[in-house]
């Protein structure tokens, strides 16, 4: 999962909100030192990663790339599925996104002392350009996935990713959709997400709720 996702899953604080995000920038971390809220959303953020990593229809989207690209079909997944839960978010919330959006971003401006050096930077640039609102155009989606491509230190083809999302986007939409509608049911219960994280199967859902 992305940025937006992680926070939209996470526990109703703004500390755990900003500890979902700083999941992604432990190392060199000191976890038990954290403040609990802050903790816990990084658990949390372990936990969304777990379940997404192992969902049958995240599995299932990945074999969709090609066989060049399909070694960062997870990250091009975990920034695509940002659009498709800002494209669909009435399904998951009775929140105005834009309301939503403002509102993380003031938590996270007014939270930098919660975080390390980097995501301090990261989320200055995150909030200053926008980048939640950004990627509610796909076309965005492609530029952001093309800079990660240009930050890869080896030989890759990650480069126009966006071309393979383009081709296969109605059935990347439909098993994101599937699979999220679970999130959307678990999400306020930390301890709900943690339990179905930690089961040997997760079996994959084929409701989605619109």
């Not at 969709?64 to 998951?92: C, E, M, N, P, T």
């Not at 609102?133 to 492609?142: E, P, R, V």
């Not at 890759?156 to 081709?167: L, Q, T």
């Not at 930390?190 to 089961?199: D, G, K, Q, R, T």
């Amino acid at each position: 999962m992305n940025h937006l996702a992680h926070v939209f899953l996470a526990p109703d604080s703004p500390e755990a909100r900003v500890g979902s995000i700083l999941g992604d920038f432990t190392r060199g971390v000191e976890l038990s030192a954290l403040p609990g809220e802050v903790h816990r959303g990084v658990r949390h953020h372990f936990s969304v990663d777990g379940f997404t990593d192992r969902h049958p229809e995240v599995l299932a989207s990945k074999r969709l790339f090609s066989s060049q690209r399909r070694r960062f079909a997870g990250v091009a997944l975990d920034i695509l599925y940002d659009h498709f839960l800002l494209k669909h978010w009435h399904r998951f919330s009775n929140h105005d996104c834009a309301c939503f959006i403002g509102r993380t971003y003031r938590e996270l401006s007014e939270n930098r002392h919660l975080m390390p050096p980097q995501m301090a930077r990261v989320t200055a640039r995150m909030v200053g350009h926008d980048w939640f609102g950004a990627y509610q155009d796909l076309d965005n989606i492609g530029q952001a996935l093309d800079r990660v491509a240009s930050r890869i230190r080896f030989s890759n083809r990650f480069e126009g990713m966006i071309e393979e999302i383009h081709d296969h986007q109605p059935e990347l939409e439909e098993r994101f959709l599937e699979f999220f509608w679970i999130f959307n049911v678990l999400r306020r219960s930390f301890n709900a997400v943690s339990a179905y994280c930690s089961a040997d199967v997760v079996a994959g859902s084929h409701i989605c709720r619109g």
